[in-house]
């Protein structure tokens, strides 16, 4: 018997092929070729710079009123009074306020606020969302119940949810980013839960489990890493809605202390007065609008690259 | 048919459940003696007692569900600690002005959205789809309330076309009515008419890929009856869908735009309960609002089968 004969091309075609094999781009080159990731991602970059550096971009402490200085228009110059009880010359670039703050600085410190609720809002939803989520499509016997509690959260509007948290709760930083990342959970449960029942069917779950590795190790080690892309677009989108639903409850004066200064809290003081000085409301506005627009922009960038699937569907 | 609908609006009902156990728990975790915030500053704790006694609050959390859903069943949604009326009617004075702003925003919306949907659809990448997702983009991203003070200051105090707020009962006169309404309705249909018209211009799109498409246009169909016919027809489902879950953030917009523009429905009411720490009023909204968002969406899946008779269940 002789051995059946090999084709004398295979090693030379292998080595064809190999040669037609386009270098692919790395998921980094995609995302930097992008336009929106480039616009949102830029964008995004000069905010959380200008959260940083605030102290030395020209402001004063936002907290800061002098009764002399009130209802100045923008760029008019007039005095401030620091804590220590010295007046200082300052302009206001966007007017003060009817305490005779300085709105701009108000407005440049809110970007702090607005970012950190916002990420810190997103990273929450998706912890608690991915937890959720792993044990509902790992483990059966928790799926049922958890899943139904999902769906009566998700039938409550989010911002009831968020407002009637932080009436409840006394309005703090935390308690805002908690009560905002509440109502946001399910959806990142459902998402995680949906991906979690697709990928355990893999081949490469099913041969970790016959070797017997721990249901753990398999939720966190094998499945986790392949809900990381869609994760982080729908974190972006979270981030997003986050901002602006804390601007809301600040605005709708249910947020964080009114002396805190925050965009939602500006437009809330300024609005009284909205007739004769409509660019209180208009500055801050303007600095929330381009922030949530940035962090989508960015968001629908992400998922063009990294969610090809879900860009399809929308 | 039947036997779907039975097991639809079945279906509900759990939800539902879910829906009143957790705004119960909402209000349970609140840190405050719901007693002695109603019995107000200056009582005695003897008085700060009795109330508690007479609301049940010394009983255990499980028969105070019970007695509270009870209640919620027959309609009794408990009264309201501030205003000292009863929640349930409350809710049915505050209901007309939210009623009109909805209707008139989800209708705005619809007859801009789809129509700008399908056109976008139509001639994908030209100038019109680009503008209209970009604006989408945009209408996701402007703040309701942002948007609301753009347009009292250009309409209202620039051009003086429309009042700046304040709300008209129909009563009073349909001009009036609809003059004090058209501007809330516009702000809050800005983020309702990105929403449908994506989703429009995406389920559209999908259609016209179809063969029956191309057969339409061979047999000398002119163009605006395969859009319409064949096109949008096969194209409901999804819209019909989005329009319903869009419902949340309808919601949400109420809250904010009635606030801004000073009209006195249920997202006023949610927003001043919150400011008076009225907790049986801020239950009582919270619930009535989960509600219609779940009644809606369950008319949404039974009309399914009005809009693709091809869906039997």
């Known amino acids: 018997m002789s051995a059946p004969a090999i084709p004398a091309d295979l090693s030379t075609s292998l080595s064809t092929e190999d040669a037609n094999i386009v270098q692919r781009a790395s998921v980094w080159q995609l995302l930097a070729r992008h336009w929106g990731v480039r616009i949102g991602g830029a964008a995004m970059g000069v905010l959380v710079l200008i959260a940083l550096a605030a102290p030395v971009l020209g402001t004063v402490d936002p907290t800061l009123f002098d009764p002399g200085s009130r209802d100045l228009l923008p760029g008019a110059s007039g005095e401030i009074t620091t804590l220590e009880g010295d007046s200082i010359k300052h302009q206001f670039m966007m007017g003060s306020d009817s305490f005779g703050r300085d709105i701009y600085s108000r407005v440049i410190y809110g970007t702090r606020v607005s970012l950190i609720v916002g990420l810190a809002c997103a990273l929450v939803s998706v912890l608690l969302g991915v937890i959720a989520g792993l044990s509902a499509g790992y483990l059966r016997w928790l799926d049922m119940p958890l899943m139904r509690v999902m769906d009566g959260i998700m039938a409550i509007p989010g911002i009831l949810i968020a407002i009637a948290l932080v009436a409840l709760w006394k309005a703090s930083l935390l308690s805002v980013i908690v009560a905002i990342a509440i109502p946001e959970i399910p959806r990142v449960t459902r998402l995680v839960r949906a991906l979690v029942l697709s990928i355990r069917e893999e081949p490469y779950v099913e041969a970790a489990i016959s070797l017997g590795t721990s249901t753990f190790k398999i939720m966190f080690g094998h499945i986790l890493p392949n809900t990381v892309a869609p994760l982080i677009v729908q974190g972006t989108y979270i981030c997003a809605s986050a901002s602006l639903t804390e601007a809301i409850l600040s605005f709708l004066g249910v947020g964080l202390p009114t002396d805190f200064p925050t965009w939602g809290n500006i437009m809330a003081e300024g609005r009284v007065q909205f007739q004769q000085f409509p660019h209180n409301v208009f500055f801050p506005g303007i600095f929330l609008a381009v922030t949530v627009l940035a962090v989508n922009i960015l968001g629908d960038g992400l998922r063009d690259v990294l969610d090809p699937k879900m860009a399809k569907k929308v | ?313």
């Open chain 2, 1 to 313: 048919m039947f036997a779907f609908l039975v097991k639809r609006i079945a279906a509900t009902v759990p939800v539902l459940f879910i829906v009143a156990v957790l705004v119960f728990l909402l209000l349970r975790l609140t840190p405050g003696d719901p007693a002695a915030i109603i019995a107000g500053d200056a009582a005695s704790p003897e008085n700060v007692a009795k109330i508690r006694e007479n609301l049940g609050l010394s009983k255990p959390l499980i028969v105070q569900f019970g007695i509270w859903f009870g209640n919620v069943l027959a309609g009794d949604l408990g009264e309201s600690y501030f205003f000292k009326v009863k929640v349930a009617a409350l809710i049915l004075q505050r209901i007309e002005p939210t009623l009109a702003l909805s209707f008139c925003t989800i209708v705005i919306a619809v007859l801009v959205a789809v129509p700008l949907g399908v056109l976008a659809a139509w001639r994908q990448g030209g100038w019109l789809d680009r503008a209209l997702m970009s604006f989408s983009v945009m209408g996701f991203s402007i703040p309701v309330f942002v948007l609301a003070y753009i347009l009292i200051w250009i309409v209202s105090l620039k051009l003086g076309w429309l009042p700046v707020q304040g709300y008209q009962r129909i009563a009073g006169g349909f001009w009036p009515f609809l003059q004090h309404l058209i501007l809330p309705s516009v702000t809050l249909s800005v983020i309702y008419i990105a929403l449908i018209a994506r989703v429009t211009r995406a389920s559209v799109q999908e259609v016209l890929s179809e063969d029956y498409i191309r057969t339409a246009r061979a047999k000398g169909l002119p163009e605006n009856r395969v859009l319409i016919k064949h096109a949008l027809a096969n194209a409901a489902v999804p819209i019909i869908t989005v329009i319903g879950i869009g419902v949340a953030l309808l919601i949400g917009g109420v809250v904010v735009t009635e606030s801004v523009y000073g009209i006195p429905g249920l997202g006023r009411l949610t927003v001043d309960a919150v400011l008076a720490r009225d907790f049986p009023t801020i239950q009582g909204v919270i619930l009535f609002f989960s509600f219609v968002y779940v009644l809606i969406n369950l008319l949404v899946d039974v009309s399914y089968l009005f809009f693709d008779p091809r869906i039997r269940y």
